[in-house]
């Protein structure tokens, strides 16, 4: 495998993808008019413009309803208490990012409709990724998930909204210690994975993540709440987002034939080079850091394969 460090896509320090639909500022005239729920959450700032508290999870999520619907014609979305509530406009680049690493095998042209299979590790209660990438690109999803509670959420989300059920299903992951075995069943074959995984080591990480965040904001950080929530499956686990993209690397060589390209996001820089190490390990043929950003922020996701070009084309 060549050094995949040589292989990263240039981040747009100031712009979402071009095909991101949520380039430009919210617009919530708009957005209360689609979604009247919203109204009560929004006021004018300090700059005088409207806007929410993006400290207040209800506020967060009220705008989340508001986008699924205007945007994807998502008409009823709803999460349990306390389940991740993920920004949308960053879970729709990781999308179309994803749309142009397909491309690439396709003459660079997406390809969209059904028989794109993209397999979403952790669906999570939001359900977010099939949502948006099947109004996108008519791509049909399979969402995993082991939280009981978040599955009969996403389950509830698609039962909502018959035309995304037509692209969507879920599956119950039976055993936590796997992510792929289990998920991938004999005879399917997926175009890609995606995954957002728990990044944090433990729950004391992570609520010094969100600390640390209050603190910047000038807020009370002695009883810090999360504003976009998330539970512990969807937050942190033993060796944090190293070690669960090193076991689905692990996972990923026993499926190399039924599926095109592995991704996951990687929310830290400075874990990458253990990343790199365990593609290296598996004799992955083609690795890709894919960079993306919003506003100052910005992220990335490894894709790897083990397939040459020609037998990823999607049929």
């Avoid at 949502?131 to 049909?140: P, T």
């Avoid at 997926?190 to 080591?201: D, G, K």
């Avoid at 937050?235 to 076991?247: D, H, P, R, S």
């Avoid at 690397?249 to 996001?265: D, N, R, Y």
Wanted: aromatic letters at 10%.
């Amino acid at each position: 495998m060549k050094n995949p460090k040589k292989k990263n896509f240039p981040a747009q320090k100031t712009n979402l993808h071009p095909r991101n639909l949520h380039r430009e500022r919210y617009d919530f005239t708009t957005l209360c008019e689609t979604s009247p729920e919203l109204k009560a959450f929004v006021f004018r700032n300090q700059w005088g413009d409207d806007s929410i508290d993006f400290a207040e999870p209800l506020a967060v999520k009220a705008l989340n309803s508001a986008l699924l619907k205007h945007f994807y014609q998502v008409e009823h979305w709803d999460i349990p208490e306390g389940y991740l509530c993920p920004p949308i406009p960053g879970r729709a680049d990781y999308l179309h990012y994803l749309a142009d690493v397909l491309a690439a095998d396709h003459g660079y042209q997406v390809p969209r409709g059904q028989n794109v299979c993209i397999l979403d590790i952790g669906v999570g209660a939001n359900c977010i990724y099939p949502l948006i990438g099947q109004h996108a690109y008519g791509w049909r999803f399979t969402g995993t998930e082991v939280d009981a509670v978040a599955l009969k959420s996403a389950g509830a989300v698609i039962k909502a909204n018959p035309q995304a059920a037509k692209n969507i299903r879920l599956r119950q992951q039976q055993d936590p210690n796997k992510i792929l075995k289990g998920a991938i069943k004999s005879g399917e074959h997926y175009a890609a994975t995606m995954c957002n995984p728990p990044f944090h080591r433990s729950a004391e990480d992570a609520l010094s993540g969100t600390r640390r965040k209050l603190t910047n904001l000038g807020r009370d950080a002695s009883a810090p709440v999360l504003n976009f929530g998330g539970k512990a499956g969807e937050l942190w686990c033993e060796g944090g987002e190293v070690a669960f993209i090193t076991k689905m690397i692990e996972e990923s060589e026993s499926f190399a034939k039924q599926v095109g390209w592995f991704t996951s996001l990687v929310s830290r820089q400075e874990n990458l080079p253990a990343i790199y190490e365990a593609l290296e390990e598996v004799e992955a043929l083609d690795v890709r850091t894919i960079e993306m950003s919003q506003g100052q922020k910005v992220s990335r996701f490894i894709a790897w394969t083990f397939l040459p070009e020609n037998k990823r084309k999607i049929r």
